[in-house]
């Protein structure tokens, strides 16, 4: 089983502040990577994907990526309570085709 | 609208009733797949289907069937459940490479 590991938190910050949200694989194949979202009692939902190395920029998200050290992150710029919520680091096992493997999750608080 | 429906969306039942929890998409994806949630486990796959009559184990099956006969339709059954079979499951699809839509979601508890 290939493993993706995320700390589960709670990871708490302030309104406005910047979140960052790490992850590791094991996999040294693997090629993409993805972060969902999901709310408490939702399903999880796609927020950003990364193919290559270095940053990735989508409105308040930025996905980095470092192959050689086997890490992902999520950084959340001007964090807002609406962001609250855990954040799943979900990488596919090189050769699989579809299937994805999860990381537990971190729980982000973002307090007012 | 696209989407992936679950039906039920809650389930209480006792050990040993068979039961069928449905999932259906509309956005004809080949892909197909089956999760379970548990605090402190995170999401597990259960069963996927890579087309009509092609499906596989993903890391828990045991316990678990599935068909695909038709590729908007794949239905979880569980012949006789067990109370560790209580959880929160997941149904989803994909077409592009990874790119999973989820269902909302079936709360099954198992007494």
């Known amino acids: 089983q290939k493993e993706v590991e995320q700390n589960s938190g709670p990871l708490s910050v302030p309104e406005g502040a910047i979140a960052s949200l790490n992850c590791t694989y094991s996999?040294?194949?693997?090629?993409?990577f993805f972060w969902y979202r999901q709310y408490s009692g939702k399903s999880p939902e796609l927020i950003m994907f990364?193919?290559?190395?270095g940053d990735k920029e989508d409105g308040r998200f930025t996905a980095q990526l470092n192959k050689a050290s086997q890490y992902v992150s999520l950084l959340i710029r001007d964090s807002q309570p609406s962001d609250s919520a855990t954040y799943l680091c979900?990488?596919?096992?090189?050769?699989?085709?579809?299937?994805?493997?999860f990381g537990k999750g971190t729980s982000l608080l973002v307090t007012p | 609208e696209a989407q992936v429906t679950q039906n039920p969306r809650y389930l209480i039942t006792v050990t040993g009733k068979k039961l069928t929890v449905t999932c259906s998409q509309n956005?004809?994806?080949?892909?197909m797949s089956w999760y379970r949630q548990d605090p402190g486990l995170g999401l597990r796959q259960i069963y996927y289907?890579?087309?009509?009559?092609?499906?596989d184990k993903g890391d828990v099956p045991e316990g678990y069937k599935v068909s695909r006969k038709e590729k908007r339709n794949f239905p979880l059954i569980l012949e006789s459940p067990s109370p560790n079979q209580t959880s929160l499951y997941f149904c989803?699809?994909?077409?592009?490479?990874?790119?999973?839509?989820f269902g909302p979601g079936t709360r099954l508890t198992v007494l």
């Open positions: 996999d040294r194949g693997s090629q993409s």
């Open positions: 956005m004809n994806h080949e892909y």
């Open positions: 289907s890579m087309n009509v009559e092609v499906t």
């Open positions: 989803a699809s994909s077409q592009n490479y990874n790119e999973q839509f």
């Open positions: 990364i193919y290559s190395n």
């Open positions: 979900a990488v596919p096992p090189s050769g699989s085709g579809y299937a994805l493997n």
